[in-house]
């Protein structure tokens, strides 16, 4: 017997936010995973016709042609800047960057300390896969002790070449920033709730509470040497211990948000 | 209007403000901060962003941000400052945003000094950030000619989506000198197309610098550059001083050209046929009437506050046909009328000759003097 009256739900589908194309990034990155979380928390709130991205230098310097949404793309680090500028004289409009290790947490400190201190309305979704992937996994300020990179043959010497940055721990002592957590992309649940964080942050904005920032604990395959399920389990064992997960600042008008 | 008396940098803010500046972003930095103080008091009076930056790279890359809005908005430094600036100023030129610069040139290399110089001149005329591109710089010599050319800065900038440039030397942001500010001009309603402000009507806008592809690139390269051919065409400006029967000019901007000025009004006294070519747009320059002069005059003294920067922009339109002498002083020092007086006479004494590098003429007699 053919059964034909089954009805039907779409349970999964590709966000509005999301443009249906190809990305250039390789086989297991988290990329294409963030980017979705980000797409999803803009269809859910209906921003994605009121939004405008910054893209930064790096993997995801072409993150722009994967959104259906308004971007800009920033210099080397300086996307806080550059989404203060767009925010100040478009302050009705969700702003938001999308910065990697290198950029954020190396040559744009400067800019996202700043940015942070002021309390600039703007979401940072920041991701840490301690290398910098687009130029073929060089030492990050976050790459870990003892990890072996392309400048760093023999392991991260720490007593020559200092210690990693913990960004989400940095920015949360500012008194301007007002949602600092850090999350990871190496499983389901931890996904799930990268995506709640992503949604607070752009509520947080839109709101006119301050300044966010989600760090997402993320992998690199090609640069990591390894396949994609073994970079995860990576995450898990080296990452974590490093970089604990965790809301590191959430301001007392931020707490009462409920989604 | 009354004119008021009233500071350079003071003047420059206020005549941008009324001029529809939207947006101000800045860091303060010697001698330049009055300006940046006078629109942290006024921008927000009228509702409008300032933001003091992080830092130079901060305050440029916000507006560069602001700039794909389609707003007007505008940053102001000084030679320092500028020098990091012009990472962003590279990206603002490749994705076409127009702004304003203001750069209160101060002396350098280096930290230098914060006396008024005209040292600048090659990074902001002849580029300082990467790639091919120029930005259109105005030249003002007096508080009141800065004041007309902020709004024009403005105007052009919009024109032509290009950076331009208002290189105020450190001694016509300093100085108070009477001037007249226009009334207030409404804020710019007209948003252009290609500014980002969400994808409201479906279309997505993108700004960006990268091109990956090589061709397109190339394509775009020369689409700023026929722009610029544009600019030189139609937007050249100076101001000549006893030009008509001149047999010798003294070619001079900003502070350097009021000075000569005097000492062209001086030699005149003393009957000396001298006139004065003052660029009041140093890009483009004024090529056209600098090769006319060439063919009718017997000689040119070129007088700066550098070491002769502008003065190989004039040698390459004179290209030989006619002597021309340098003189200049640098590192803050600012040149006296009489000395530039002297060095008219010794022009037109004679002897003269179109052999050698006039900059190695003039570091010679300067060694005898400051040596």
């Given at each position: 017997m053919v059964v034909t009256d089954i009805p039907t739900k779409i349970v999964y589908e590709r966000p509005e936010?999301?443009?249906p194309r190809v990305t250039?990034?390789?086989?297991?990155?988290?990329h294409g995973v963030a980017h979705r979380l980000v797409a999803e928390a803009l269809d859910e709130m209906g921003e994605v016709e009121n939004t405008i991205g910054v893209a930064s230098v790096?993997?995801?310097?072409?993150?722009y042609n994967y959104f259906n949404i308004d971007f800009v793309e920033a210099a080397h680090g300086r996307a806080p800047a550059m989404a203060t500028g767009i925010k100040r004289v478009l302050p009705d409009r969700l702003v938001f960057t999308y910065q990697g290790d290198g950029d954020?947490?190396?040559?744009g400190m400067g800019e996202i300390v700043g940015a942070a201190s002021r309390g600039e309305q703007i979401t940072v979704i920041f991701i840490n896969n301690?290398?910098?992937?687009?130029?073929?996994g060089q030492m990050a300020p976050?790459?870990?002790?003892g990890q072996v990179t392309s400048s760093s043959p023999?392991?991260?010497d720490v007593t020559r070449q200092g210690h990693p940055i913990q960004t989400a721990e940095l920015l949360s002592?500012?008194?301007?920033?007002s949602y600092i957590v850090r999350r990871s992309l190496h499983n389901f649940r931890e996904t799930r709730r990268a995506k709640k964080a992503i949604r607070t942050a752009f509520e947080v904005q839109k709101q006119g509470l301050g300044f966010s920032l989600v760090e997402l604990l993320s992998n690199c395959p090609t640069n990591w040497g390894m396949s994609a399920v073994e970079s995860r389990d990576w995450i898990e064992e080296r990452m974590l211990a490093f970089y604990p997960l965790g809301d590191y600042k959430v301001s007392s008008a931020v707490a009462d948000i409920k989604i | 209007m009354a004119k008021e008396l009233i500071k350079g940098n003071t003047a420059v803010a206020e005549a941008a403000l009324r001029a529809g500046l939207e947006a101000y972003f800045g860091y303060p930095i010697t001698p330049q901060s009055e300006l940046l103080e006078h629109l942290s008091g006024r921008m927000p009076e009228l509702g409008r962003p300032f933001v003091q930056a992080e830092s130079e790279l901060g305050a440029i890359n916000m507006v560069y941000g602001a700039a794909c809005t389609g707003k007007r908005v505008m940053t102001s430094s000084s030679s320092p400052g500028v020098s990091l600036m012009m990472e962003g100023l590279s990206y603002i030129a490749g994705t076409e945003v127009p702004m304003v610069l203001v750069d209160v040139v101060r002396g350098?290399?280096?930290?230098?000094?914060i006396a008024p110089a005209q040292g600048d001149y090659n990074q902001i005329v002849h580029g300082g950030g990467h790639g091919d591109y120029r930005i259109i710089v105005l030249a003002p010599s007096s508080v009141q000619e800065a004041v007309d050319l902020t709004a024009l800065a403005f105007d052009l900038a919009d024109k032509y989506r290009a950076i331009t440039c208002i290189m105020l030397d450190g001694s016509i942001g300093q100085m108070m000198e009477p001037a007249e500010i226009p009334p207030m001009q409404p804020l710019k309603t007209d948003i252009p197309?290609?500014?980002?402000?969400?994808?409201?009507?479906?279309e997505k806008r993108l700004l960006t610098s990268?091109?990956?592809d090589p061709p397109a690139q190339e394509a775009m390269n020369l689409r700023l550059m026929t722009r610029w051919q544009a600019i030189e065409r139609n937007e050249v400006r100076y101001k000549g001083y006893?030009?008509?029967?001149?047999?010798f000019v003294v070619v001079g901007f900003g502070t350097a050209g009021r000075i000569s000025l005097s000492a062209v009004r001086a030699a005149r006294e003393k009957g000396l046929k001298v006139g004065l070519l003052r660029p009041i747009t140093v890009a483009p320059f004024p090529n056209t009437v600098l090769d006319e002069l060439t063919e009718k005059v017997e000689g040119f003294l070129v007088v700066e506050m550098n070491a002769g920067q502008m003065l190989e922009d004039v040698r390459l339109m004179v290209r030989g046909r006619k002597p021309v002498e340098f003189f200049g002083r640098m590192g803050g020092v600012v040149p006296f009328p009489d000395e530039v007086l002297t060095e008219i006479e010794r022009l037109v004494k004679g002897p003269r000759t179109?052999?050698?590098h006039p900059r190695d003429r003039w570091l010679a007699r300067l060694a005898e003097t400051i040596g």
């Open positions: 936010a999301l443009d250039h990034y390789c086989p297991g990155c988290t790096g993997c995801s310097v072409f993150a954020l947490a190396s040559i301690a290398t910098y992937g687009m130029t073929g976050t790459s870990l002790p023999t392991g991260r002592t500012l008194t301007g920033s | 350098g290399p280096g930290l230098g000094n197309d290609w500014a980002v402000r969400g994808a409201r009507d479906g990268i091109n990956l006893y030009l008509d029967d001149a047999d179109t052999d050698g």
